[in-house]
């Protein structure tokens, strides 16, 4: 089993950040990478950002040079800072970790952005 704990969503206005973080737990083996996706109202879940074993990056790019994923290999955790924030970014954030053995989701943690 394995378990994915966010923390760090809330309400922000516009302009301001937020660091989103994500604890992995259990039978943690062979990580290919570890990401944020994030669901708004009325659209599908998209990805924002996502991180190799290796360490590359890749971002929506609606997010670059706003958002910043990082991990502590350590600790099984991943992280988000999200500056600059708008209210397009407000949306529902979920955490995911796939492995070899499989494709796991943490509940998702809400971040909204007032104008």
């Known amino acids: 089993q394995v378990q994915l704990v966010e923390s760090g969503g809330g309400l922000v206005q516009a302009g301001g950040s937020l660091r989103l973080s994500c604890a992995a737990s259990?039978?943690?083996?062979?990580?290919?990478?570890m990401g944020w996706y994030r669901q708004a109202p009325g659209k599908e879940r998209e990805l924002v950002a996502r991180?190799?074993?290796?360490?590359?990056?890749n971002y929506a790019d609606s997010v670059k040079g706003r958002f910043t994923i990082s991990r502590d290999v350590a600790k099984n955790t991943v992280y988000l800072q999200m500056n600059s924030l708008n209210p397009e970014d407000t949306a529902v954030y979920h955490c995911?970790?796939?492995?070899?053995?499989?494709?796991?989701w943490g509940q998702g943690t809400q971040v909204t952005v007032a104008s």
């Open positions: 995911n970790i796939l492995m070899t053995t499989g494709d796991y």
């Open positions: 259990g039978s943690i083996f062979s990580i290919v990478t």
């Open positions: 991180i190799t074993h290796a360490g590359s990056t």
